[in-house]
């Protein structure tokens, strides 16, 4: 097996390792268990036969497809395993699950194209979880078309991949250093800070991995004559050639990328304060470990003042209730899933560390903020400040904010 198949397999058995289906099969448990057993000893035809006899008894389930679908690409049978993908999310719509496997299996086909739109998809459905800015970047760093290639934006989506990650793997750095060696910024400083901040040295086997994919890259610009438009680019670089920049919209939708209108307006209330000052006091912890809060403000005729905490922005009630199950195992015991469809969008950008930075901007004046991906709005990202129940009560912040000279519009979430 060449070096090239070698790292495609090795991510291809990341890939399968780091995945979990989110609904069951009810009486079919036995045959999952079976059938995960038969994957993790590599007998992957055993486990579609186990996975077919699953769906032969209820096929109306999509897991069952799902999981025999990465048993398929276990197999590298891709295209059987696209189909069972597409039944999967016929089924389940919305399925985070299955759009990330199945962007996964397009990379490996080499349908770069429809693996950025399913990773997209999967980030419309949950911007909260890290894999697939990890996967996006890794893309845009290691593509075998370099046309998709952008150190940047791999840059951009792999700090954010590791700001929504919980518990950091050494493939995140690795991720992001393989960013880094795609833009062409090699400092000393920057490498060292990306291996510092990695447990890349105690894992032998990723060690071995980035040598390996040192080595290939090294090898396929040096010797394939393939690859000479890419030593050409590098030579321009270095000679201070002026290089174009891509923008997310540019690596998205180099055909254009028809997303269905998917909307967020359930969130969770987790307490409620009547000064700004207290609720940034206990929001900012939450805020600092990355959790997705923000927080919204309402005047109740009554109440006067009132400071919501906020947790979350999903797509049904249904996810929500999921999420603040979660929540309250980690101890937030007043949890409430309210609906507030509309926010105030501050701005849109092209990458999270420009919208971090105003989102720092806006903290400082005790307004916390959050955004995320949207490829309704061209992949772009939305900066928002809170949720509210009806347009009319966002009107007194948009105004003030558009004062402070912020290009505010009030939108649907």
């Not at 719509?93 to 199945?102: G, Q, S």
């Amino acid at each position: 097996m060449d070096v090239a198949k070698s790292l495609t397999y090795i991510l291809m058995m990341l890939i399968l390792q780091s995945i979990t289906p989110l609904d069951s099969l009810g009486n079919n448990i036995d045959s999952i268990e079976e059938g995960i057993a038969l994957l993790e000893n590599n007998q992957f035809k055993k486990a579609i036969q186990v996975y077919s006899i699953a769906i032969d008894k209820d096929p109306e389930k999509a897991v069952g497809y799902f999981l025999r679908a990465k048993a398929y690409m276990s197999d590298r049978l891709y295209n059987l395993s696209v189909m069972d993908l597409n039944k999967a999310i016929e089924l389940k719509p919305n399925y985070f699950d299955a759009y990330l496997i199945k962007a996964n299996v397009n990379y490996l086909k080499g349908n770069y194209q429809k693996a950025i739109e399913d990773y997209s998809q999967a980030i419309q459905i949950n911007p909260c979880i890290a894999t697939p800015y990890q996967k996006i970047s890794w893309m845009l760093s290691n593509c075998p078309d370099i046309g998709y290639r952008n150190g940047s934006k791999a840059i951009d989506f792999a700090k954010r991949a590791i700001s929504l990650s919980p518990s950091v793997s050494s493939e995140y750095y690795n991720t992001l250093a393989a960013a880094y060696f795609e833009s062409g910024d090699l400092e000393q400083e920057k490498k060292n800070k990306v291996i510092a901040n990695s447990t890349f040295k105690k894992e032998t086997y990723l060690h071995k991995y980035k040598h390996a994919l040192k080595d290939y890259r090294q090898t396929k610009l040096i010797n394939s004559s393939k690859y000479q438009r890419e030593i050409s680019f590098v030579e321009k670089n270095e000679k201070g050639a002026k290089v174009q920049d891509l923008s997310i919209q540019k690596i998205f939708t180099q055909e254009k990328i028809k997303q269905n209108k998917i909307e967020y307006p359930y969130t969770i209330q987790v307490s409620s304060y009547n000064t700004i000052d207290s609720a940034m006091k206990a929001a900012s912890p939450l805020k600092n470990k990355n959790d997705p809060v923000f927080i919204s403000h309402e005047n109740d005729q009554d109440k006067g003042d009132i400071y919501y905490i906020l947790y979350g922005y999903y797509t049904s009630f249904a996810e929500t209730e999921k999420a603040a199950c979660e929540l309250n195992k980690r101890n937030f015991r007043s949890t409430r899933i309210v609906k507030r469809p509309y926010s105030i969008q501050i701005d849109l950008f092209d990458s999270y560390s420009k919208s971090k930075k105003v989102e720092s901007v806006l903290r400082n004046k005790s307004i916390l903020a959050y955004s995320f991906a949207d490829c309704k709005y061209n992949c772009k990202i939305r900066l928002l400040v809170g949720a509210y129940k009806k347009k009319i009560d966002a009107k007194f912040l948009a105004k003030r904010l558009k004062e402070q000279g912020y290009s505010t519009k009030i939108v649907s979430r």
